[in-house]
């Protein structure tokens, strides 16, 4: 697939995240569609609709990351990724993929860099510190079976994408 738009990348991200979710044993706490009430307070999170949190994701994941990332095969994961984990970890992980600082700030020397590199190296780098991340987290014995379930078919798309 080349070319990948938002309805796209948002439909793989949302078939991930699902409906509400108020489970105490999950880091995300309160979450409908993958938003949480921690990360936005003022929403109300029982009632959100799916169209909803689809502004939510176009205004604070999808068009920050398009405007930085030229990589098809690479934004959808990154917004995946930023969905799951926040924009800062999915930022970090694409600098440790591409061995720099990772200050979870895409900037110009970022960019540089990314495009010095093997673009298909940099895709399963960047799977894989979201492999390692998950492996460190508490709450992998809870969760882990679903994220990993969720980072192989990302590799799916991965492969459909390059």
Do not use: C
Not at 64 to 89: E, F, K, R, T
Not at 90 to 114: C, K, N, T
Not at 127 to 140: P, T
Request: proline share 4%; net charge negative; glycine share 10%.
């Amino acid at each position: 697939m080349s070319g990948i738009d938002f309805e796209s990348a948002i439909d793989r991200v949302l078939s991930h995240e699902g409906g509400y979710v108020n489970n105490p044993a999950d880091p995300g706490g309160e979450t409908q569609w993958g938003i949480s009430k921690r990360s936005y307070p003022d929403v109300d999170i029982k009632t959100l609709t799916r169209d909803g949190a689809k502004k939510l994701y176009r205004r604070d994941f999808w068009d920050p990351v398009a405007s930085q990332i030229h990589d098809d095969a690479l934004m959808y994961q990154v917004l995946d990724a930023a969905v799951n984990h926040g924009m800062g970890n999915s930022v970090r992980f694409i600098q440790r993929a591409l061995g720099l600082a990772d200050d979870g700030h895409w900037g110009p020397h970022s960019q540089e860099v990314f495009k010095s590199q093997d673009p298909k190296d940099v895709h399963l780098l960047f799977l894989a510190e979201r492999f390692e991340f998950w492996a460190k987290l508490k709450a992998f014995d809870t969760f882990g079976r679903g994220w990993v379930r969720r980072g192989a078919t990302n590799m799916r798309y991965l492969a459909q994408d390059n």
